[in-house]
């Protein structure tokens, strides 16, 4: 496992990544929602964006479940790393909230009911799934965006989810490759996996209780 003083280094040294650029945000275009049982993310960067603010929402919603139901043993290090995590997604959520603006879509209601809090291996699986698929996302959906600005911006923070990855990953098997391991980092090309949003959506849909469109968003 991570001692505590390569935790706080692997960790907040990406705490903030996200910050910078948040002044390119201000020009949005409207999105619509359609009724009040589907959330329709948009199109263009801004659907993008919204895109990847439901996925933060997501995440922010389940670490901090996480450590108001904390698993049985959960040590003092894991503790604190999924802390820093929640810290990191809850700051990413806010961000694009406060970005996007009146552009942004409602707030999602996650639906955790597949996942035993209780249970460390139901957690930390859970916590893989959603990383390794926010890491996917973000690399998936660059291509899709038209701003070099906001490419720049999506760059910084998927190597912040690139780096929660790990950790949970350094959690699940301690001292192995398994942080960096060939089911998402491609041995080949040594890069990490480019999913869309039409793969990725479907995929989180289970943990959400909204109907989430992505039928707008470029391709």
Do not use: W
Request: net charge negative; glycine share 8%; proline share 5%.
């Amino acid at each position: 496992m991570l001692s505590m003083v390569n935790r706080r280094y692997f960790l907040r040294s990406a705490g903030v990544a996200a910050a910078t650029g948040a002044f390119i945000l201000g020009a949005c275009t409207d999105h619509d929602i359609e009724g009040d049982q589907t959330v329709d993310l948009g199109s263009g960067d801004i659907g993008i964006l919204n895109y990847a603010y439901a996925l933060e929402q997501l995440e922010a919603a389940f670490y901090t479940q996480v450590l108001l139901t904390p698993y049985a043993n959960m040590s003092f290090d894991e503790l604190k790393i999924l802390e820093d995590i929640r810290d990191h997604e809850i700051i990413h959520r806010q961000f694009f909230k406060a970005a996007l603006g009146a552009k942004a879509i409602k707030g999602l209601t996650p639906n955790f009911t597949s996942i035993n809090f209780n249970d460390r291996a139901s957690v930390l699986g859970a916590a893989k799934l959603f990383e390794d698929t926010g890491v996917q996302a973000y690399n998936g959906a660059g291509k899709l965006i038209a701003s070099p600005d906001y490419l720049l911006l999506a760059g910084k923070i998927v190597s912040v989810e690139a780096r929660h990855a790990s950790a949970i990953r350094d959690l699940l098997m301690p001292n192995t490759m398994f942080f960096a391991g060939d089911d998402v980092v491609e041995p080949s090309k040594a890069l990490d996996g480019a999913v869309p949003p039409s793969v990725i959506l479907p995929a989180v849909q289970p943990f959400v209780m909204d109907k989430i469109s992505g039928a707008n968003l470029p391709s």
